[in-house]
């Protein structure tokens, strides 16, 4: 299984990114090898019936890497390219940014392979359903608690908290998180990844010294990150020159309205041909200048081709593991780009979906107010932490996120110790 797991490239990535931090670490073979494979794969085949009356097998996966803290943590995936390998990657990187974090957490994440763009509500509810009644052995509020990711929303969450649910014969919201506000979800939890990544972005232009109300910014992805980050970067006054998805990528100089694009992408389900921008090459928009380039969309964008061509100050990762080694190499050399690591600048998803979780058992509801504040509070802290280590052991900010969080998760696992 291991040697299957290092063949993918994603899980490789992941793989080649612990060892060199286990290494600068120097951490003990015994607890490096416990930390580094996942505890449990799951993968299950999960058969529904299409509208059109006819069977299709899907392939679903969840993987925990890890329970040493409390539950694991992450989001569930419908896209067609998942499979074990990329989900593996996504649970270790989830672990790293729990233990960043300092949550309570271990890493988990999940995906199914399918292309929901083209299938109903009603296939789309089938299929999450049949999902979690496959898995239903190995998850529970104490377990594994999943999330939206790239392809689900709140509506794929109510569907597992129902079906869960309905096995229990009582409510459990603290089985998911990312729920709509109507089934006891967060106030401030769809925003909350990309309010964090503008918020970090703006510590790191504080840091560097350019003022916020002159600085430009390029969103790569205009899912639930791309489009919260840019919209919390307009609203702190940056302009917004480029933004791209899966149908396109649009520019204008003079800044992108957001809002009216967001409406133009709902109505023509992509931003393609909008009228208020010009239409841009999406691999070349990554390298025009700006303060803040924020690659919102999929993994290993930031790659060999394009790390040496960046213009952007700031590399703000709302994606996970948009960045290659090789990339990160040639940045690193490079020294211009201030990249704020992936498991740091996204984890405000993570950790407001924490906040609804300790809701959930509260029976209570926080105000977005209170949501917000709390974030921002454990955002900084975490973002102070790295920044002042990777200064203390000269180190890229990626390695000092990682030693960080790869250390809670060895020092946890020693204090445990292992179980004969
Ligand atoms: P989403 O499905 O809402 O949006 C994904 C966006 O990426 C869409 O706009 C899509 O069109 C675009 N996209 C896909 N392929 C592209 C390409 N080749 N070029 C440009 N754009 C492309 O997903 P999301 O929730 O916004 O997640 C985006 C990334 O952020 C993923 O890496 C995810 O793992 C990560 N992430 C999400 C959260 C969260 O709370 N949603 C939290 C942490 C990390």
């Known amino acids: 299984m291991q040697k299957e797991l290092l063949s993918h490239p994603v899980f490789a990535m992941a793989a080649e990114q612990f060892d060199q931090v286990a290494d600068f670490l120097q951490l003990a073979e015994n607890v490096r090898e416990r930390c580094k494979w996942p505890k449990r794969l799951i993968s299950v085949a999960v058969p529904i019936t299409l509208d059109d009356g006819t069977t299709r097998v899907f392939y679903g996966h969840r993987v925990q890497h890890h329970l040493t803290r409390g539950p694991v943590k992450g989001g569930l995936r419908y896209h067609p390219s998942v499979d074990l390998g990329e989900v ?6 989830m672990n790293w940014k729990c233990a960043l ?8 994440k999940g995906g199914i392979a399918c292309d929901p763009r083209s299938m109903s509500r009603g296939e789309l509810e089938r299929l999450t359903r049949r999902f979690t009644m496959e898995i239903m052995p190995f998850i529970s509020p104490e377990i594994d608690v999943m999330a939206p990711d790239m392809g689900t929303n709140e509506q794929t969450m109510a569907w597992i908290t129902d079906t869960y649910s309905s096995r229990t014969g009582y409510l459990v919201p603290s089985i998911v998180t990312g729920k709509p506000l109507g089934m006891q979800g967060s106030a401030g939890r769809t925003q909350a990844t990309g309010h964090g990544v503008a918020f970090l972005s703006s510590n790191a232009l504080h840091k560097l010294g350019i003022n916020l109300s002159s600085t430009t910014a390029i969103v790569q992805g205009f899912g639930n990150v791309g489009y919260h980050t840019a919209r919390t970067l307009s609203a702190y006054g940056v302009k917004i020159l480029g933004i791209s998805d899966v149908s396109g990528a649009v520019w204008n100089p003079r800044g992108i309205d957001v809002a009216a694009l967001r409406d133009y992408a709902t109505a023509h389900g992509g931003i393609k041909d909008f009228p208020g921008a010009d239409a841009i090459d999406p691999e070349e928009m990554l390298c025009q200048p700006c303060d803040v380039l924020a690659p919102c969309a999929m993994e290993r964008t930031i790659t060999a081709a ?34 704020i690591p992936d498991i740091l600048c996204n ?13 959930n058992f509260q029976r209570f509801q926080w105000t977005e107010h209170e949501v917000i504040g709390k974030l921002e509070t454990m955002m900084q802290r975490a973002f102070e932490k790295v920044t002042s280590f990777a200064e203390r052991h000269q180190v890229s900010q990626r390695t000092a996120a990682q030693a960080i969080a790869i250390k809670t998760v060895a020092d946890a696992k020693s204090l445990r110790g292992l179980f004969p």
């Open 88 to 93: 593996a990657a996504l649970a270790m990187w």
């Open 101 to 108: 974090m300092d949550l309570p957490y271990g890493g988990g």
């Open 306 to 339: 394009n790390a040496g061509r960046l213009q952007c100050r700031i590399l703000a990762e709302g994606a996970n593991g948009p960045t290659t080694p090789e990339a990160d190499r040639i940045l690193e050399q490079w020294g211009d780009v201030f990249v």
């Open 347 to 359: 984890a405000g998803g993570v950790t407001v979906s924490y906040f609804e979780w300790v809701q």
